[in-house]
């Protein structure tokens, strides 16, 4: 078996790079910006390196205000060479303050970061994708790939067929059909792979051994994982340039929960926003829960676990960063707590019913920990909270289903109208009862 | 007796650019000395200073996590598939 390389293309736009190389999370170990993801002494994660210095003395509000609608407007930020990356419209999503939401959990300023209506797939991985595949092509990969519990594949298909990328997208088969559909219509090489999440981030392990192919969670995942960063820039700015006190995010294998922290953290250190320390709390499903449970059994490390829960964008039960998540979160005194599918499903229905947000079941999983918190006194009131909702209700259908009602059927006369409006109020008078007794 | 371990980019300058060897030993730890042997240095990339298998790595025996067998006193068995995996971002 022979180690394929990929061709190396020559730039063809202006470098302006503002990072410098990669570095080991752990062992400190640099390395130059190739297509590798781990130490070659320890297997520890690598990350980006930046020029902080360089970018204290060129980036202000001002000259982040006056780019583009999207993450790009934080490109200095982000592990890009080029000055015309993939740019599909991603990111600048609403922040939008819940207001009936928050009154219902009985807490005063809560605010919504709403990537469910993410461009152009409807989920916050448009913005790994972007940040991704903009430097697959500066590395030239000519082919692009990922392992995926949906949402990956749906925002790697699509952005990989506007940028004329190959791709070749891997899944576990048992997928819910609004994310094999809306990978499939993009044409990418959909593999359903019989096995779980973990399964199937395994085999592409083994694939990227031996085909030179850009994985944008594997070989390119020190680029692919900046990108979540712009999670934490867009709430910052949206907040009028100041740091929330709380943030409340789904996790699955912890990247995104740690990167928004990074990009708080970053911004502090050039001098956007003023320190503040913001606590970190994190959202797990009860049937793929690792992280909660370690940070309920006070462990220091995570013991994985075979998922079985609805919510299948977070069943990761091996999570590549859980350890920094659980650091994270004791360190800012936060929490990670889980809930069951049923509460999943409430948490949509309540997210929908209060603000007008349909997410998918990895939101569901965040508003019914926020709940959680909230009756457990574990969030202050008065504090300044940000939910982080990552992820569009209209692809995991099937989890709501049964659970939403049915439309009143009636013929085209008035009478059938007055008489099925006369039994919908008794019955929602009725609900309203059993709910407040 | 013998088994094939599928070896990760990051370690094949050590099995001369090998994606896939064959190796021999009774259970994984067994697997890690006689790697060692056939391909000095592997083995203190793989285990830390105490001899722990390192917390990046994972080591999967006919497709499951040696975590939830008998961690690296899982036993081997002719024509078996050990396949070593750093760990992965999330997806």
Redesign the interface.
């Known amino acids: 078996?022979t180690?394929a390389t990929p061709q190396t293309l020559a730039p063809t736009c202006a470098r302006t790079a503002t990072f410098t190389g990669l570095k080991c999370k752990?062992c400190g170990a640099e390395y130059e910006a190739k297509a590798?993801?781990?130490?070659?002494?320890?297997?520890?994660?690598l990350e980006v390196v930046y020029d902080y210095d360089a970018l204290r003395q060129t980036v202000t509000r001002a000259s982040i205000q006056a780019g583009p609608n999207s993450i790009w407007r934080y490109r200095p930020f982000l592990p890009v060479e080029t000055d015309t990356p993939i740019d599909v419209g991603t990111g600048m999503t609403p922040l939008l303050q819940a207001n009936r939401l928050a009154r219902r959990l009985g807490i005063k300023k809560l605010y919504i970061k709403n990537d469910a209506v993410n461009m152009p797939t409807l989920s916050f991985?448009d913005r790994v994708v972007s940040v991704a595949l903009t430097r697959a092509k500066e590395l030239g990969f000519s082919t692009v790939s990922?392992?995926?519990?949906g949402?990956?594949?749906n925002s790697t298909a699509a952005i990989a067929a506007h940028a004329g990328l190959e791709c070749c997208v891997f899944i576990p088969s048992d997928l819910e059909a609004g994310k094999v559909l809306g990978t499939l219509i993009y044409s990418p090489t959909l593999m359903a792979v019989h096995?779980n999440?973990?399964?199937v981030?395994?085999l592409?392990?083994?694939v990227?051994?031996?085909h030179g192919w850009g994985f944008v969670?594997?070989?390119l995942?020190p680029y692919?994982?900046e990108g979540s960063k712009t999670l934490g820039y867009e709430v910052a700015e949206q907040l009028g340039w100041e740091l929330p006190d709380h943030v409340v995010a789904p996790l699955?294998?912890?990247?995104?929960f740690t990167k928004i922290y990074k990009g708080f953290q970053e911004f502090v250190k050039v001098g956007l926003v003023a320190d503040k320390s913001v606590r970190f709390s994190g959202a797990q499903a009860e049937g793929c829960s690792p992280i909660a449970q370690a940070f309920r059994e006070n462990r220091d490390?995570i013991?994985?676990v075979?998922p079985n829960t609805i919510a299948k964008s977070l069943a990761?039960g091996?999570?590549?960063?859980g350890?920094y998540a659980l650091d994270l979160a004791h360190k800012t005194n936060g929490n990670i707590e889980s809930v069951n599918d049923q509460e999943i499903i409430a948490g949509i229905k309540l997210l929908a019913e209060t603000e007008g947000i349909f997410t998918e079941t990895a939101g569901g999983t965040t508003i019914a920990v926020l709940k959680k918190l909230v009756e457990a006194g574990k969030i202050n009131p008065d504090e300044t909270t940000v939910v982080y909702i990552t992820g569009n209700g209209l692809k995991t259908q099937e989890a709501v289903q049964g659970y939403v009602g049915e439309p009143l059927t009636i013929e085209p006369k008035l009478e059938a109208f007055e008489r099925a409006w006369e039994r919908a109020q008794t019955l929602e008078r009725l609900e309203w009862q059993q709910v407040s007794v | 007796m013998s088994v094939k371990v599928?070896?990760?980019?990051?370690l094949?300058k050590f099995t001369r650019?090998?994606?896939?060897i064959e190796c021999s030993g009774g259970s994984i730890t067994e697997l890690l000395d006689q790697l060692e042997q056939d391909f000095p240095g592997i083995k203190a990339?793989?285990c830390?200073e105490q001899g722990n298998l390192?917390?990046?790595?994972?080591f999967?025996v006919n497709?499951e996590?040696i975590?939830?067998l008998d961690g690296p006193n899982t036993a081997l068995n002719a024509g078996d598939e050990v396949?070593i995996?750093?760990?992965?971002?999330?997806?």
């Open positions: 078996m180690q752990e590798i993801h781990v130490c070659e002494e320890c297997f520890g994660p991985k990922c392992a995926s519990t949402n990956l594949a096995g999440y973990d399964q981030n395994r592409c392990s083994e990227a051994n031996t969670n594997i070989n995942r692919y994982s699955a294998s912890g990247s995104l490390f013991s994985p075979k990761i091996n999570p590549a960063d350890v | 599928l070896i990760p980019t990051p094949q650019d090998q994606a896939s990339r793989l830390d390192r917390r990046f790595i994972n999967y497709s996590d975590r939830f396949s995996v750093p760990a992965v971002a999330g997806g």
